[in-house]
């Protein structure tokens, strides 16, 4: 069965303080998708990264940057000198490379502080 | 592209009533999802459409839930009769799906239903 689990449920830093958001999954799949949306008070759901199971290779973007960890089966996203505009909810999920189906963690509220 | 639109993005509607929500996915996109996200479950695949067939309707939480997709650009989603648990707030998404790949969802801004 797939799985994600994030297990913040919410998390308050104060602006321009470093913040980690974990994120677990569970497949027996080899072949696989990871991806991170953030959804802020406005409502809508906005694309951040997606990462295939095959490349392992950390990621940096700006002040963001993700680690993907196939040994611990993570995917954790970090913001570095975080802005009250990275205030919002943010949601991890899983894909087969079989069935259409994304598998969403519960999501982790993230204040930013000014 | 303009991107997944959905209309309407408030509705206010009184039990019993029927509701209908409607999405318009990326021109060119194979495959269409409805989500419903509330505080207690969070988001929850209702149904997917692939090449506007509807291939997994598992998450429909009941018949009073439908959702049709009569062609490539156009998807509805119909609540009839409505109910004060319908409340939540409902999201489309679209996505380009082939064998071997699985692209990125894309999501519209979502319809907030409230049912009183």
């Known amino acids: 069965a797939q799985k994600v689990t994030q297990a913040q449920t919410e998390i308050s830093v104060v602006e321009k303080e470093d913040v980690t958001l974990d994120c677990v999954y569970e497949?027996?799949?080899?072949?696989?998708?990871l991806f991170w949306y953030k959804q802020p008070p406005s409502g809508e759901l906005v694309f951040l990264i997606r990462?295939?199971?095959?490349?392992?290779q950390n990621e940096i973007s700006g002040r963001y940057s993700w680690n993907f960890q196939k040994s611990t089966s993570s995917f954790n996203f970090t913001i570095t000198a975080s802005q009250v505009v990275d205030s919002a909810v943010y949601f991890c999920?899983?894909?087969?490379?079989?069935?259409?189906?994304?598998?969403f963690g519960t999501g982790t509220s993230l204040t930013v502080i000014p | 592209d303009a991107g997944v639109i959905q209309s309407p993005r408030h509705e206010v509607t009184e039990m019993g009533q029927e509701v209908t929500l409607r999405c318009k996915p990326i021109?060119?996109?194979?495959?269409l999802f409805w989500y419903r996200q509330t505080m207690m479950r969070g988001l929850e695949l209702l149904i997917y459409?692939?090449?506007?067939?509807?291939?997994?309707d598992s998450g429909m939480p009941e018949d009073r839930f439908s959702a049709k997709m009569p062609n490539a650009s156009f998807s509805t989603l119909k609540i009839q009769p409505s109910e004060p648990r319908d409340s939540a707030v409902y999201f489309c998404?679209?996505?380009?799906?082939?064998?071997?790949?699985?692209?990125?969802?894309?999501f519209g801004a979502g319809t907030r239903l409230s049912v009183l």
């Open positions: 998404a679209s996505s380009w799906v082939t064998s071997g790949r699985r692209d990125i969802q894309y």
């Open positions: 497949t027996r799949d080899t072949t696989y998708y």
């Open positions: 990462r295939n199971s095959f490349d392992e």
């Open positions: 999920a899983l894909s087969m490379n079989t069935g259409n189906q994304f598998y």
């Open positions: 021109s060119g996109h194979n495959s």
């Open positions: 459409f692939n090449n506007n067939v509807p291939i997994d």
